[in-house]
């Protein structure tokens, strides 16, 4: 299928019209609920105040920024965030409630970049401009969304070999050096908004740096030791929204898909150059996202003798691992251990 940039038109006009729609609504019922608070969860009660006086409120879209803020704030926010545990980030759609949730915010932070085209529609219209906002775009250097041989974009094989314009990649906090770039701004954020917390905010900073910095060198150690050896390549049966990691580590890496790729059915084409790839490289292990179908990753690996596993991306988190309080450390922990069996090692 071809790309039809006719048809993308309408589809965004279509989609702008659709936001517009939400707000409205949005804009109602908060006016018939008084504008009060739409927290999931119960509000902590804290000593820091936001703009109507009651607990500093922090929304966030997905899970990397909420557990960012909840390891430099503790119990000192209340903090809201909008896609739920064991959602997949990219057939997330706002609702209403999380609208007024963004209104009444005192910080609200999300990602910024294609995938979240809503949340700058909601922003430009007069009733959010009071609505501070941070982007984790703009708190790291960026790379474009890159397009290996092989994968499948906009309904073809990329070559590999033809420039194009591209996308910047919007996943920032897969490496954990943006992670620690990131965290330094939102301590910021929060310092301004909260002066009394200010000595708390960093003191719990600099300890998860620490951790972050650990991480780091866990990583480095890894995709080194596998690069003097010459296994430094990846399989991913899936999306791709570890262009940081691998440009941060020096990895290579075949996929079937860009990080933020809507179009998600194989091809026999995809599906053979993977497959051949897997078997010419000796790849031991195939991996996959996490809240993906493992359908590609799996067929990869039954036909190369592989076994799959799942590398995180962070996006979000299995209600389960929420309820058992796994965050970014630990999620990335076990990335670790992955890329050790995925090289090798």
């Known amino acids: 299928m071809m790309h039809d940039p006719a048809a993308e038109k309408k589809q965004k006009n279509w989609y702008r019209c659709s936001m517009a729609v939400l707000l409205a609504a949005a804009l109602l019922l908060s006016g018939c609920t008084g504008g009060g608070s739409v927290l999931s969860g119960p509000v902590r009660e804290t000593d820091s105040k936001g703009r109507d006086g009651s607990a500093l409120k922090i929304v966030t879209t997905i899970f990397p920024q909420y557990d960012f803020v909840?390891?430099?704030?503790?119990?000192?926010v209340s903090l809201q965030m909008l896609l739920k545990p064991g959602e997949e980030t990219h057939s997330y759609e706002p609702t209403p409630r999380d609208i007024i949730a963004i209104q009444n915010a005192d910080l609200f932070i999300y990602v910024g970049g294609e995938n979240d085209a809503w949340v700058e529609d909601i922003l430009d219209a007069p009733e959010m401009k009071q609505v501070r906002r941070l982007?984790?775009?703009?708190?790291?250097?960026?790379?474009k969304e890159e397009h290996v041989e092989g994968m499948r974009h906009k309904g073809q094989l990329c070559p590999g070999t033809e420039e194009e314009e591209e996308e910047n990649d919007e996943h920032v906090w897969t490496s954990p050096k943006n992670a620690m770039e990131i965290t330094k701004r939102i301590a910021e954020e929060l310092s301004a908004l909260d002066p009394e917390g200010r000595e708390g905010y960093k003191a719990n900073l600099?300890?998860?740096l620490e951790e972050l910095a650990a991480l780091d060198r866990q990583f480095r150690e890894i995709t080194q030791k596998a690069a003097a050896r010459g296994q430094d390549l990846l399989l991913f049966g899936d999306r791709f929204p570890f262009r940081y990691?691998?440009?941060?580590y020096g990895l290579q890496y075949y996929a079937a898909f860009p990080g933020c790729a809507a179009d998600t059915e194989p091809s026999a084409a995809m599906m053979a150059f993977l497959i051949r790839k897997a078997r010419e490289e000796q790849i031991p292990v195939i991996l996959k996202m996490e809240l993906s179908s493992e359908q590609i990753a799996r067929a990869v690996a039954e036909a190369s003798g592989a076994e799959v596993r799942v590398l995180y991306?962070?996006?979000?988190?299995?209600?389960?691992?929420?309820e058992a309080g796994e965050g970014y450390l630990s999620m990335m922990r076990k990335n670790a251990e992955t890329l050790q069996a995925a090289l090798g090692q």
């Open 245 to 248: 990691l691998a440009q941060e």
């Open 313 to 322: 991306s962070c996006h979000n988190l299995t209600a389960e691992q929420f």
């Open 70 to 76: 909840r390891q430099i704030a503790g119990e000192r």
């Open 135 to 143: 982007r984790l775009v703009d708190c790291t250097a960026l790379l």
């Open 206 to 208: 600099d300890a998860y």
